[in-house]
């Protein structure tokens, strides 16, 4: 019976969604909105690495997984295991700076493409709240439904995830359910495996795929996360008590 790893893992997403283009493609496609007569046609992979233009500034800044597409639109991708309270602020810096870096030879602003910033975070971090899709976008404050869709940024909160509230998104439903299950399972269901660039990932997640210096470096990751979360779980007791 195959035993499969955990795609949340770093080392485990990066190999999945940061080298398939179609892979990747499929899952920007079924989370992201984007509109309905515009799709990802096809992808291109940039450096995840994202140097200021500043050399005064020092701070570089790894994401894992940047691309674009044949509109020219940008895609930025950030898996993230557990919460942190700048994450947010590491998720606007990052498409800020993509946005900011686009080919500005001509002087004109008008060419400037949209940024796509989606985070997937196995963590909760709107705890007054059940939804798990949150969609931000600038807009105007007294008509909310006039908006620059020039930066937008989706983060989903994998633990809350219900395959009911995404009912009219079955691809969305089907690459969340992805994540969330293909760690913790033997055998695939087979909704999943019927789509093919789904059954794909679920093949590049056996666990046979891995050499085993990455299956080290896979359980190095996993005992590390162990270790922050049990590290803030004690400050936050901590805080609790004072």
Sequence with gaps: MARYLDPRNDLVFKRIFGENPDLAKSFLNALLPLPADRPIAELQYLTSEMVPLDSEIKRNSI???RCTDSHGRQFIVEMQMFWTSGFIQRMLFNAAKAYTRQDFES?????????????????????????FYHLYELAEKNYPEDRLHE????????????????ADRKMAVLWLRFLNETGRMDAAPAELEAVPEISMALQMSRESAFTQAELTAYEKTLDSIRVEKTLMSGKFAEGRAE
Excluded at 120 to 131: A, G, M
Excluded at 151 to 166: D, Q, R
């Design 107 to 131: 002087g004109e602003y008008a060419p400037l493409k949209p940024v796509y910033a989606l985070a997937l975070i196995n963590d909760v971090f709107k705890h007054d709240r059940s939804d």
């Design 63 to 65: 994401v894992d997984v």
């Design 151 to 166: 930066i937008a940024f989706v983060f989903v909160e994998l633990p809350k995830f219900k395959p009911e509230t995404l």
